[in-house]
């Protein structure tokens, strides 16, 4: 069982390499460990699932602000909020090839993993990046990138208030990188060094946290079924409170079984006044005249980890051999590309300038949308069933009504009209190009 589950994640690496959608940052020059680039197809569907998780929770809400705060902050926000102090994961070093481990994910708490060498004392790291700013380079210059994007909201908290006269409850969302200097960084995207956080805060009275922390729950699951995750792998954990962050009084964690294992996917956590309090910040009721400090409920999502537990929800082996069919079920909602068009034969030049016509007519009207003439149509079908495309047009001799190569079907009846291959049945249908983006918005 474990061989079959690490080549599943071996083919989703290989594929995402392959087609385009993640490649080994600094690559050419032997890669950087815990850094990951995104190509064309990757970057489509990352916009696509933030654009997702933002009109879900922002522009189709009206209790919601969004804001883009700064990478950079000062460090009385990092002090404030407990990381300078507590934000640290413990580390081991081999004594014979120095590499490094954390202490809390190893079996044998003795011994290395590479070389067998005896693993040194554990000792605490801590996982913020450090940098400087300004020309000068002493302890008054440093500064650090931030390990959450929770904090860029909390210290805009007055400002919302000031700017927009929220009432409670109310909440704050951004989307947006975070850094965290991991000792080991594994698993492919799964754990960064450079990742994306989509985050929430919502404000409300302390009386009224349970109704809002049950409410995001329902909200964060709805998200995740929408963009196609498979929900029979989502577990949720109720975190004990031995193992709460120091900032939280109640937090699920949304597991999801990855190949390598159940690991967490996303986390909703109830902060309390925790960040406002030590920010010395507040919030005065007009209605009442009473000045207190809100409790926050924040569901928080990590784009690359929503991106690999979509992958492999999405990942399909068909048939055995030459015949075998690897393809994306991907939601046409969340396709990096939604269609493909091609002429049946790339040489014939009645059927490449129709073609061309109804590419720039899908084009302007869906924007992600790919020509492709590449190679013989079977091999075109299973280049674009492998980056999940779930629609491809075919204009072919019926279209323009050539009666040498006709069907044998009425010219007639077939003149103006494509063929729409849908990727996961593998059915084709006739439907006549007037009609065509009404098709394919139905299928949305």
């Known amino acids: 069982m474990q061989n079959e589950q690490q080549a599943t994640m071996e083919k989703i690496i290989s594929l995402c390499k392959r087609r385009g959608f993640i490649f080994q940052g ?41 804001i883009r705060a700064a990478i950079l902050m000062r460090n009385e926000v990092w002090e404030a909020s407990g990381h300078v102090a507590g934000f640290s994961d413990p580390l081991v070093e081999c004594t014979k090839c120095n590499h490094r481990f954390r202490a809390d994910q190893l079996e044998d708490k003795e011994k290395c993993a590479d070389c067998g060498g005896a693993l040194g004392d554990a000792r605490q790291f801590n996982m913020m990046f450090k940098t400087t700013i300004g020309a000068a380079e002493d302890s008054a210059s440093v500064a650090y990138l931030r390990p959450e994007t929770a904090q860029g909201i909390f210290v805009n908290f007055k400002n919302t208030l000031d700017a927009y006269h929220p009432k409670l409850p109310f909440g704050m969302a951004q989307i947006g990188k975070a850094f965290r200097n991991e000792i080991t960084p594994r698993d492919f995207i799964f754990r960064c060094r450079e990742f994306e956080q989509m985050e929430l ?18 909200e964060m699951l709805s998200w995740m079924e ?19 962050a120091h900032y939280s009084k109640r937090t699920i964690d949304f597991e999801f079984d990855y190949p390598f294992g159940r690991k967490e996917l996303f986390g909703l956590a109830y902060r309390g006044d925790f960040d406002l309090t030590n920010h010395k910040l507040d919030y005065f009721d007009e209605a009442t005249g009473e000045r207190f400090v809100p409790h926050v409920i924040e569901p928080s999502f990590g784009v690359d980890r929503a991106l690999l537990a979509v992958l492999l929800s999405a990942y399909r082996e068909e048939g055995e051999g030459e015949n075998m069919r690897a393809y994306l079920k991907l939601k046409p909602s969340i396709a990096p590309v939604l269609c493909a068009v091609s002429p049946l034969l790339k040489n014939k030049p009645e059927l490449v300038e129709k073609a061309r016509t109804v590419f720039s007519m899908l084009k302007k009207e869906f924007g992600n949308v790919m020509w492709d003439d590449n190679g013989n149509i079977g091999k075109r079908y299973r280049r674009q069933d492998e980056i999940g495309t779930p629609f491809c047009i075919v204009i072919d001799f019926d279209t ?32 006549a190009i007037v009609e065509l983006v009404e098709k394919i918005k139905s299928q949305i």
């Open 26 to 66: 600094s690559e050419i020059y032997g890669g950087l460990a815990g850094t990951w680039d995104y190509g064309h197809l990757g970057g489509e569907l990352v916009s696509k699932l933030k654009d997702s998780w933002w009109k879900q929770f922002v522009t189709a809400r009206e209790d919601m602000y969004g």
């Open 201 to 218: 805060e919502y404000f409300t009275e302390a009386s009224q946290w349970e109704t809002h922390f049950e409410h995001f729950r329902g």
């Open 226 to 244: 929408s963009v196609g995750i498979d929900m029979s792998h989502v577990h949720e954990l109720e975190v004990g409170k031995d193992d709460l």
């Open 400 to 431: 323009i009504g050539d009666p040498s190569n006709s069907s044998g079907q009425e010219k007639t009846e077939l003149l103006d009209t494509v063929t729409i291959r849908h990727r996961d049945s593998g059915e084709q249908e006739r439907v």
